[in-house]
């Protein structure tokens, strides 16, 4: 038998001084520290967006049908009764993860051209931030009626100039919504099977307080970029272009190489960089 008072086997009542205290201390320590790692993690994560999708529920709306360059539904906003109506437009999304082009397509071999024709429109409302899309969740279906307005107003879309912008690019569906992260890398192979499916990319950029900013992405001439876009979803790049206000949307017209920016830290959600117009 070993009678040396700092050897411990465990099967003793009690452990000798020299090898109780550190133990006692590490136990202490880890009390401490556990804790304050928790908070730690928990202060870094991002909180779960605002934007809402009201999946199950159906919503008729009526507006203007806008097909370029990406297909909008403009309607009218009255603050209150008798003001003068302000327009904000709704981002047309087909069911699942496609763009709504294949269901107007159906909608105009029925009805003709529907550009600038008014139309009244059920499906599934998606918002964000000032921002909303509109799912067309019964696809040929959701298309309730067509007229011709007797005025029609036309699109005012106002030209910022030429500018450059730092984000991610992700998709406007899930972004604004549908999922929760919509965006970052657990989202990036989700946002590539949207954009490939025909939704319009979407760069995104956030200020200090996170109130992200959302810029739909299409060609120098309006046309879809979306295969173009492919290879830099989930990344923070640097784009630019003319960019245009488009009632409540951004759109902006790209007409410069993507190039990929600094890289960011997962934790952070995203760039905290805002578009300069000059």
Known sequence: MNNDPDFYIGWQDKASPAFAKPVRWVVIGLFVLIPVVAVLLVWQQRGFSDGVFEYGTLTTVEGQFIQEPVPFLRISVQSKPGATPTYERLL?????KHGAESTIEQWEQKHGSLTDKTLKVSGTLIYYNGQAALELT???????????????????????GRTEVTGEITDPKCFLGVMKPGDGRPHRSCAVRCIAGGIPPLLYTTDPQRTGTGYILVGANGQP??????????KNVRMQGQLERADNWLILRVDAPVSVAAAIPFWSG????????H
Request: with cysteine; glycine share 8%.
């Open 138 to 160: 019964e696809q040929a279906d959701a298309l309730l009626a067509v007229s011709t307005p007797k005025i029609t107003s036309t699109p005012v879309s106002i030209l910022l």
């Open 92 to 96: 047309l999304i087909g069911f699942g």
């Open 270 to 277: 995203s760039d905290k960089t805002m578009a300069m117009c």
């Open 225 to 234: 970029i979306n295969a173009q876009m492919l290879g830099f979803v989930g």
